[in-house]
């Protein structure tokens, strides 16, 4: 049985890097303000299955623009900018922009909002000030700040709705400023709650480029589930089978179906004493097992495609779900 992941594994390295936090916060730093510690991401575009369409688009509107930067803003292009991400938890926003910052030699702050809030009079907006000038000492930088939701949560006059306010005006105004400098970042704003994201956000300039990520379709899954399984032991997977058997599973949920079917396998390696490959047998039983976790997603996002979706924002969720619901 192969025991030591190493370090080439996405999947492992990824394990690492969420139970270790991304923000460091060093000791003093109440009084100097919240120190943002980037990552070097070794994710690329081939570690994300599918999305082919968002990775064109990613390609061709940042990765150029960031590798070009004079012929672009030659033509009066901004380089850099806000993109919002935007589907149900766990189908790949976080996942593929870290590999974006990947694909660009960028360095990556994924932040949450949450972590961003601080009831401290002041305080939130220096941390959200102090995000950017980090990674703009840092560019090209890609600031990843997920559960953007959260700053369109109009609360009363307490100091939580004070912070918000605060969060999301300095936020405003350097969202103005990107774009701008030959210091390029780019800020991917992410949600799974798009009907509850801050309109003011959404204007030309700000989060301007608001892209569906979807449930992954049959070829993707088949390709999350080869990124999977890579480098365990199994035997001959007829991957469009098994794929099949996932319709609106998430990635994520992939991930979970490959982790619970390598247990399987490991239990039957303890009892016969030697390596036994994960089976279709193993995936197709505990895909049976499994619900996918974007149902609830879809449900509600279904009433806001039919009653809110005069702007042609939620398109793309429509056809999903006519397509495959
Ligand atoms: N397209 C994909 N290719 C490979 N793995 C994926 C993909 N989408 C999701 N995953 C797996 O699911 C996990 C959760 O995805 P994540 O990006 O955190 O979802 P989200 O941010 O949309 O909630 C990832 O860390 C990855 O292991
Ligand atoms: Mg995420």
């Avoid at 009084?31 to 990552?39: H, L, P, W």
């Avoid at 593929?96 to 660009?104: F, M, P, T, V």
């Avoid at 959404?202 to 301007?208: E, L, V, W």
């Avoid at 490991?266 to 047998?281: D, F, Q, Y």
Wanted: neutral net charge; proline residues 6%; aromatic residues 8%.
């Amino acid at each position: 049985m192969r025991r030591d992941r190493d370090l080439e594994d996405p999947y492992y390295l990824e394990t690492i890097r969420q139970t270790a936090p991304p923000i460091a916060i060093s000791p003093g730093s109440l009084e100097r303000g919240m120190d943002f510690e980037g990552e070097i991401s070794r994710l690329t575009f081939k570690d994300v299955g599918g999305m082919d369409d968002v990775k064109e688009q990613f390609r061709i509107n940042i990765i150029l623009p960031l590798k070009n930067p004079k012929l672009f803003q030659s033509y009066g292009k901004r380089i850099g900018g806000g993109i919002l991400l935007f589907g149900p938890p766990g189908c790949g926003k976080t996942y593929l922009s870290r590999a974006l910052a990947g694909e660009c030699n960028a360095t990556f702050y994924g932040v949450g909002i949450h972590e961003i809030l601080d009831k401290f009079l002041g305080e939130s907006e220096k941390h959200m000030h102090n995000l950017f000038e980090t990674a703009r000492r840092n560019a090209p930088a890609v600031i990843f700040l997920d559960e953007i939701d959260l700053l369109g949560h109009k609360r009363t006059d307490d100091s939580w709705g004070r912070a918000l306010r605060g969060a999301t005006n300095v936020l405003l105004s350097e969202l103005d400023e990107v774009g701008k400098p030959d210091k390029p970042i780019l800020v991917i704003g992410a949600t799974n709650t798009p009907w509850s994201v801050d309109t003011a956000l959404r204007r030309p300039g700000r989060f301007d480029r608001i892209i569906f990520v979807p449930p992954p379709d049959q070829t993707a899954r088949e390709e999350i589930l080869k990124l999977h399984l890579r480098e365990k032991p199994i035997e001959d997977i007829d991957y469009a089978k098994i794929a099949s058997k996932l319709d609106q599973f998430s990635g994520a949920d992939i991930r979970d179906l490959v982790d619970r079917a390598v247990e399987l396998a490991i239990r039957r390696a303890m009892r016969s004493g030697k390596t036994e490959p994960v089976s279709n047998l193993d995936l197709l039983s505990i895909s049976k097992e499994m619900r996918p976790s974007t149902i609830e997603w879809l449900a509600t996002a279904n009433d806001y495609v039919r009653y809110s979706n005069q702007s042609g924002l939620y398109d793309r969720v429509k056809e999903y779900i006519d397509k495959n619901t």
